[in-house]
């Protein structure tokens, strides 16, 4: 691999993780902790993560259970829970807080594989910027006389080939989840 490449390898891996953690909160069929993973509780003088303040679990496949671990905080447990407007059904039951899923119909499901495109494009636009600069480096460094036409046409094709092969895992991480929203 040529060390322009190299150099934003770490770039094509975080757009690519930056994209799986973006589609894990898309509701599938099936209840998942994930969902709540942007959630923001605003308890004890600040905004904690509610993972940081309760348990989350999944006792069926269309409720989760949110326990505090300090019931005096339950209230902004369900207010933060209520705002994120994550299509969720709230229930206070006292010490703990139980969501339930509602079902997805057939509109629901497109509407949520639309969203999923959207994002899906908009990593593949950062990784043609990524590729872009890279470019740009590799065609100062013929212009500078650092390397030769022949390594710049090779740097150039190994970066299409990496291109083609990361638009290609997104896609696969891009259809995997497409399946999970339209499997019933």
Same mark, same amino acid.
């Given at each position: 691999?040529?060390?322009?490449?190299?150099?934003?390898?770490?770039?094509? +891996?975080?757009?690519? %993780?930056? #994209?799986?953690?973006?589609?894990?909160?898309?509701?599938?069929?099936?209840?998942?902790?994930?969902?709540? +993973?942007?959630?923001?509780? +605003?308890?004890? *003088?600040?905004?904690?993560?509610?993972?940081?303040?309760? %348990?989350?679990?999944?006792? *069926?496949?269309?409720?989760?259970?949110?326990?505090?671990?300090?019931?005096?905080?339950?209230?902004?447990?369900?207010?933060?829970?209520?705002?994120? *407007?994550?299509?969720?059904?709230?229930?206070?039951?006292? +010490?703990?807080?139980?969501?339930?899923?509602?079902?997805?119909?057939?509109?629901?499901?497109?509407?949520?594989?639309?969203?999923?495109?959207?994002?899906?494009?908009?990593?593949?636009?950062?990784?043609?910027?990524?590729?872009?600069?890279?470019?740009?480096?590799? /065609?100062?460094?013929?212009?500078?006389?650092?390397? %030769?036409? *022949?390594?710049? #046409?090779? #740097?150039?094709?190994?970066?299409? /080939? /990496?291109?083609?092969?990361?638009?290609?895992?997104?896609?696969?991480?891009?259809?995997?989840? /497409?399946?999970?929203?339209?499997?019933?």
């Amino acid at each position: 691999m040529n060390q322009y490449l190299e150099i934003k390898k770490q770039d094509f +891996d975080n757009a690519i %993780s930056f #994209f799986k953690k973006e589609i894990s909160n898309l509701r599938t069929g099936r209840a998942n902790t994930s969902v709540l +993973d942007q959630v923001q509780v +605003d308890a004890y *003088d600040s905004k904690t993560p509610i993972s940081g303040l309760s %348990s989350i679990t999944v006792p *069926d496949a269309s409720s989760i259970l949110v326990t505090p671990w300090d019931k005096h905080i339950i209230k902004d447990l369900e207010k933060a829970i209520v705002n994120a *407007d994550l299509g969720l059904s709230v229930v206070n039951e006292g +010490d703990k807080i139980r969501l339930k899923m509602p079902l997805l119909t057939e509109e629901n499901r497109k509407e949520l594989v639309k969203k999923l495109n959207e994002r899906m494009e908009s990593v593949r636009i950062s990784l043609r910027q990524i590729r872009e600069e890279i470019k740009d480096k590799i /065609e100062q460094a013929f212009k500078d006389k650092e390397i %030769s036409e *022949d390594e710049k #046409f090779k #740097f150039i094709k190994e970066l299409d /080939e /990496e291109i083609s092969n990361r638009n290609n895992e997104v896609k696969e991480i891009r259809d995997k989840k /497409e399946k999970e929203i339209m499997t019933i």
